[in-house]
Protein backbone atom coordinates (compact mmCIF):
# COMPACT_ATOMS: atom_id res chain seq x y z
CA UNK A 1 0.00 0.00 0.00
CA UNK A 2 1.35 3.38 -0.63
CA UNK A 3 2.03 5.52 2.58
CA UNK A 4 0.57 8.82 2.65
CA UNK A 5 2.38 11.66 5.05
CA UNK A 6 1.89 15.51 5.72
CA UNK A 7 3.71 18.07 7.25
CA UNK A 8 2.85 20.20 9.83
CA UNK A 9 0.75 17.70 11.44
CA UNK A 10 -0.81 21.49 12.64
CA UNK A 11 0.07 25.10 11.95
CA UNK A 12 -1.52 28.18 13.62
CA UNK A 13 -1.94 31.29 11.40
CA UNK A 14 -3.62 34.51 10.99
CA UNK A 15 -6.07 35.64 8.35
CA UNK A 16 -3.96 36.71 5.27
CA UNK A 17 -1.24 34.72 5.90
CA UNK A 18 -0.03 32.05 2.96
CA UNK A 19 -0.16 28.92 4.13
CA UNK A 20 1.54 26.03 2.43
CA UNK A 21 0.96 22.21 3.64
CA UNK A 22 2.82 19.73 2.05
CA UNK A 23 2.41 15.69 0.98
CA UNK A 24 4.42 13.16 0.48
CA UNK A 25 3.86 9.81 -1.01
CA UNK A 26 5.72 6.63 -0.20
CA UNK A 27 6.21 5.93 -4.05
CA UNK A 28 5.38 7.14 -7.22
CA UNK A 29 1.57 8.50 -7.45
CA UNK A 30 2.63 10.72 -10.82
CA UNK A 31 -0.14 13.56 -9.90
CA UNK A 32 -2.70 11.16 -8.65
CA UNK A 33 -3.70 13.27 -5.66
CA UNK A 34 -6.31 15.42 -4.33
CA UNK A 35 -6.52 17.90 -1.35
CA UNK A 36 -9.59 17.34 1.24
CA UNK A 37 -10.34 20.28 3.36
CA UNK A 38 -12.79 19.21 6.76
CA UNK A 39 -14.45 21.28 9.27
CA UNK A 40 -15.29 19.73 12.26
CA UNK A 41 -18.61 17.48 12.58
CA UNK A 42 -18.68 18.03 8.42
CA UNK A 43 -17.79 15.15 5.52
CA UNK A 44 -14.60 16.08 3.86
CA UNK A 45 -14.79 18.65 0.43
CA UNK A 46 -12.77 17.99 -2.16
CA UNK A 47 -10.13 21.11 -3.05
CA UNK A 48 -8.08 20.28 -5.88
CA UNK A 49 -7.55 17.03 -7.41
CA UNK A 50 -5.14 15.79 -9.88
CA UNK A 51 -2.41 17.89 -7.70
CA UNK A 52 -3.27 21.04 -9.35
CA UNK A 53 -7.11 21.56 -10.74
CA UNK A 54 -9.17 22.80 -8.75
CA UNK A 55 -12.44 21.93 -7.97
CA UNK A 56 -15.39 23.50 -9.16
CA UNK A 57 -16.55 26.24 -6.66
CA UNK A 58 -13.61 26.52 -4.60
CA UNK A 59 -12.07 29.90 -4.10
CA UNK A 60 -8.61 30.46 -6.43
CA UNK A 61 -6.79 31.46 -3.23
CA UNK A 62 -6.45 27.34 -3.14
CA UNK A 63 -3.51 25.53 -5.17
CA UNK A 64 -2.00 22.80 -5.88
CA UNK A 65 1.21 21.50 -6.83
CA UNK A 66 3.60 18.62 -7.10
CA UNK A 67 4.42 15.49 -8.93
CA UNK A 68 5.67 12.06 -8.27
CA UNK A 69 6.16 11.87 -4.68
CA UNK A 70 6.04 15.41 -3.18
CA UNK A 71 3.24 17.74 -3.66
CA UNK A 72 2.03 20.92 -1.94
CA UNK A 73 -1.47 22.36 -0.86
CA UNK A 74 -1.17 26.45 -0.53
CA UNK A 75 -3.72 29.10 0.72
CA UNK A 76 -2.10 32.32 -0.75
CA UNK A 77 -4.51 34.40 1.93
CA UNK A 78 -6.33 32.30 4.30
CA UNK A 79 -9.52 33.56 5.00
CA UNK A 80 -11.55 32.97 8.66
CA UNK A 81 -13.51 29.97 6.38
CA UNK A 82 -9.80 28.18 5.55
CA UNK A 83 -9.44 27.22 9.45
CA UNK A 84 -9.87 23.53 9.02
CA UNK A 85 -8.41 20.13 8.99
CA UNK A 86 -6.80 19.76 5.44
CA UNK A 87 -6.17 15.61 4.34
CA UNK A 88 -4.15 14.57 0.98
CA UNK A 89 -5.87 11.78 -0.86
CA UNK A 90 -3.52 9.18 -3.34
CA UNK A 91 -5.57 8.26 -6.33
CA UNK A 92 -3.13 6.22 -8.21
CA UNK A 93 -3.87 3.03 -7.01
CA UNK A 94 -6.55 0.63 -4.86
CA UNK A 95 -6.44 0.76 -1.48
CA UNK A 96 -6.66 4.59 -1.76
CA UNK A 97 -4.74 6.12 0.88
CA UNK A 98 -5.08 9.55 2.75
CA UNK A 99 -2.38 11.22 4.65
CA UNK A 100 -3.02 12.17 8.55
CA UNK A 101 -4.30 15.57 8.17
CA UNK A 102 -2.98 18.88 8.81
CA UNK A 103 -4.81 21.12 11.04
CA UNK A 104 -4.75 25.12 10.27
CA UNK A 105 -5.88 27.04 13.14
CA UNK A 106 -5.80 31.04 14.17
CA UNK A 107 -2.68 32.13 15.75
CA UNK B 1 -28.87 19.61 -6.66
CA UNK B 2 -26.50 16.16 -5.86
CA UNK B 3 -27.74 14.59 -2.28
CA UNK B 4 -26.28 11.95 -0.73
CA UNK B 5 -27.91 10.36 2.52
CA UNK B 6 -26.61 7.87 4.72
CA UNK B 7 -28.32 5.39 7.38
CA UNK B 8 -28.35 2.78 9.04
CA UNK B 9 -25.43 3.18 11.43
CA UNK B 10 -26.35 2.57 15.39
CA UNK B 11 -25.13 0.38 18.18
CA UNK B 12 -24.17 -2.86 17.40
CA UNK B 13 -21.70 -5.52 20.02
CA UNK B 14 -18.96 -7.01 18.70
CA UNK B 15 -19.18 -9.91 15.80
CA UNK B 16 -22.35 -8.44 15.21
CA UNK B 17 -23.74 -6.93 11.77
CA UNK B 18 -25.35 -4.02 10.30
CA UNK B 19 -26.09 -2.49 7.13
CA UNK B 20 -25.56 0.82 5.56
CA UNK B 21 -27.76 2.27 2.95
CA UNK B 22 -26.82 5.87 1.11
CA UNK B 23 -30.11 7.27 -1.02
CA UNK B 24 -28.70 9.25 -3.85
CA UNK B 25 -30.33 12.47 -5.42
CA UNK B 26 -30.09 15.00 -7.76
CA UNK B 27 -27.99 13.35 -10.21
CA UNK B 28 -27.66 9.63 -12.76
CA UNK B 29 -26.85 7.64 -10.18
CA UNK B 30 -25.97 4.59 -12.50
CA UNK B 31 -23.61 6.74 -14.26
CA UNK B 32 -21.16 7.43 -10.86
CA UNK B 33 -18.45 5.66 -9.21
CA UNK B 34 -19.40 5.12 -5.55
CA UNK B 35 -17.45 4.25 -2.24
CA UNK B 36 -17.42 4.38 1.27
CA UNK B 37 -15.17 6.20 3.45
CA UNK B 38 -15.08 6.36 7.08
CA UNK B 39 -13.73 8.17 9.74
CA UNK B 40 -13.03 6.66 13.63
CA UNK B 41 -13.54 9.24 16.28
CA UNK B 42 -10.95 12.34 16.39
CA UNK B 43 -9.17 10.33 13.70
CA UNK B 44 -8.07 10.81 9.96
CA UNK B 45 -9.97 9.33 7.12
CA UNK B 46 -10.06 5.83 5.71
CA UNK B 47 -10.91 4.72 2.46
CA UNK B 48 -13.33 1.25 3.04
CA UNK B 49 -14.60 0.26 -0.25
CA UNK B 50 -15.28 1.25 -4.31
CA UNK B 51 -17.76 0.07 -6.56
CA UNK B 52 -18.01 0.78 -10.04
CA UNK B 53 -21.01 2.82 -12.17
CA UNK B 54 -22.58 -0.94 -13.16
CA UNK B 55 -21.59 -3.00 -9.75
CA UNK B 56 -18.98 -5.20 -12.16
CA UNK B 57 -15.75 -4.20 -10.43
CA UNK B 58 -15.55 -3.58 -6.84
CA UNK B 59 -12.71 -3.01 -4.64
CA UNK B 60 -12.19 -3.53 -0.55
CA UNK B 61 -9.24 -2.05 2.50
CA UNK B 62 -7.93 -4.94 3.80
CA UNK B 63 -9.05 -4.04 6.98
CA UNK B 64 -12.63 -4.76 5.74
CA UNK B 65 -12.01 -7.42 3.19
CA UNK B 66 -14.09 -10.67 3.66
CA UNK B 67 -15.66 -8.96 6.42
CA UNK B 68 -17.53 -5.77 4.86
CA UNK B 69 -19.37 -6.24 1.25
CA UNK B 70 -20.42 -3.13 -1.03
CA UNK B 71 -23.27 -3.51 -3.69
CA UNK B 72 -25.82 -0.59 -5.21
CA UNK B 73 -29.18 -0.69 -6.73
CA UNK B 74 -28.63 1.35 -9.53
CA UNK B 75 -32.75 0.86 -9.84
CA UNK B 76 -33.01 2.55 -6.16
CA UNK B 77 -30.47 5.17 -6.47
CA UNK B 78 -28.98 3.01 -3.46
CA UNK B 79 -25.88 2.02 -2.94
CA UNK B 80 -24.93 -0.37 0.68
CA UNK B 81 -22.49 -1.71 3.13
CA UNK B 82 -23.40 -4.97 4.71
CA UNK B 83 -20.86 -4.86 7.65
CA UNK B 84 -20.30 -8.32 9.32
CA UNK B 85 -18.77 -9.96 12.04
CA UNK B 86 -17.39 -6.37 13.08
CA UNK B 87 -14.96 -5.24 15.24
CA UNK B 88 -14.27 -2.35 17.97
CA UNK B 89 -12.12 -1.15 15.49
CA UNK B 90 -14.73 -0.40 13.04
CA UNK B 91 -16.32 2.32 15.31
CA UNK B 92 -16.60 5.41 13.02
CA UNK B 93 -18.59 7.75 10.78
CA UNK B 94 -19.14 5.89 7.18
CA UNK B 95 -19.43 8.37 4.38
CA UNK B 96 -20.74 7.47 1.05
CA UNK B 97 -18.39 9.22 -1.97
CA UNK B 98 -19.42 9.91 -5.15
CA UNK B 99 -16.25 9.61 -7.64
CA UNK B 100 -15.72 12.60 -10.29
CA UNK B 101 -16.62 12.01 -13.34
CA UNK B 102 -13.17 13.02 -15.43
CA UNK B 103 -11.48 10.53 -12.55
CA UNK B 104 -13.52 8.54 -10.35
CA UNK B 105 -10.85 8.16 -7.35
CA UNK B 106 -11.30 11.18 -6.16
CA UNK B 107 -14.56 12.12 -4.48
CA UNK B 108 -16.75 15.22 -4.74
CA UNK B 109 -19.87 14.83 -3.12
CA UNK B 110 -20.11 12.79 0.10
CA UNK B 111 -23.26 11.99 2.34
CA UNK B 112 -23.10 13.69 5.84
CA UNK B 113 -22.16 10.20 7.47
CA UNK B 114 -23.39 7.90 10.21
CA UNK B 115 -21.89 6.76 12.99
CA UNK B 116 -21.49 3.17 13.52
CA UNK B 117 -20.72 2.07 17.20
CA UNK B 118 -18.94 -1.02 18.21
CA UNK B 119 -19.18 -2.12 21.94
CA UNK B 120 -20.84 -4.34 24.15
Known amino acids: DIQMTQSPSSVSASVGDRVTITCQAS??????LAWYQQKPGKAPKLLIYAASSLQSGVPSRFSGSGSGTDFTLTISSLQPEDFATYYC?????????FGPGTKVDIK | EVQLVESGGGLVQPGGSLRLSCAASGFTFSSYEMNWVRQAPGKGLEWVSYISSSGSTIYYADSVKGRFTISRDNAKNSLYLQMNSLRAEDTAVYYC?????????????WGQGTLVTVSS
Open chain 2, 97 to 109: ARGIVVVPYYFDY
Open chain 1, 27 to 32: QGISSW
Open chain 1, 89 to 97: QQANSFPFT
